[in-house]
């Protein structure tokens, strides 16, 4: 009996990672446009006046909301809102790896063909500062660089130090992320979105 119901519930379909249910998600965009016949990835630079992340440099995208079908939808709808890109319009969609930054914070990314013609007098003023394009032949052929920045475990004031070996003396184990960085005339695209961008170009290579 145990076996049975045990078989029955491993069968179901299981989140990606554990944690998966109750993280962070969002999902973003990764938008291929055509300009002058020539294929080219487009990025945001982010409002100065939004409270987070003023003035960096993203793909189209944003939390999943509860109201959201799928990571897809939440994708579609994020890059309506910012760039004024009509759903039904956006073609040759395909998922990528999802990007896990830690068991409480995912992004899921897509990559899409949309039209530039619709953002460049549709695009959000509120939430974007300006868009612009990179050729995907010259990402192809860039190398982009990387910096590291260590990260250490700080218990809280009232961590329980007493339930485990060494107590105090624990060797908390600090580890290291890899931050990269991709120079474009007078952008410099890094961070979660340099993350995701190095993994598309590797795969399309």
Same mark, same amino acid.
């Given at each position: ?6 078989? *029955? ?16 998600r969002s ?22 006046s939004?409270?987070?992340q003023?003035?960096?440099? =993203? ?7 509860? =109201?959201d079908?799928?990571?897809?939808a939440?994708?579609?709808r ?27 914070f ?34 192809? *052929?860039?190398?982009?660089y990387?910096? =590291?920045? =260590? ?7 009232n ?5 485990i ?41």
């Open positions: 009996m145990f076996l049975d119901k045990l078989k *029955n519930q491993l069968n179901k379909s299981q989140p990606l990672f554990i944690g998966e249910d109750t993280a962070f999902a973003v965009l990764i938008p291929l446009v055509q300009v002058n016949g020539e294929w080219h990835i487009l990025f945001e630079v982010r409002s100065f939004m409270r987070r003023p003035g960096d440099i =993203s793909f189209p995208g944003g939390r999943i909301d509860a =109201s079908p799928t990571p897809l939440a994708a579609l994020e890059t309506h809102e910012e760039l004024g890109i009509d759903p039904k319009t956006v073609t040759h969609t395909r998922g990528l790896s999802p990007y896990i930054a830690s068991p409480t995912v992004v899921y990314p897509f990559v899409a063909v949309i039209d530039y013609d619709q953002i460049i007098h549709s695009y959000n003023t509120e939430e974007v500062e300006e868009i612009f394009t990179v050729p995907v032949d010259w990402l192809m *052929n860039y190398e982009p990387m910096h =590291s920045v =260590s990260v250490e475990p700080a218990p809280s004031a961590f329980p130090f007493e339930k070996a060494n107590g105090a003396e624990y060797q908390w184990r600090t580890h290291t992320i890899e931050e990269w960085f991709f120079d474009y005339e007078q952008y410099t695209i890094w961070g979660l979105t340099a993350r995701i961008l190095k993994h598309f170009i590797e795969v399309i290579k």
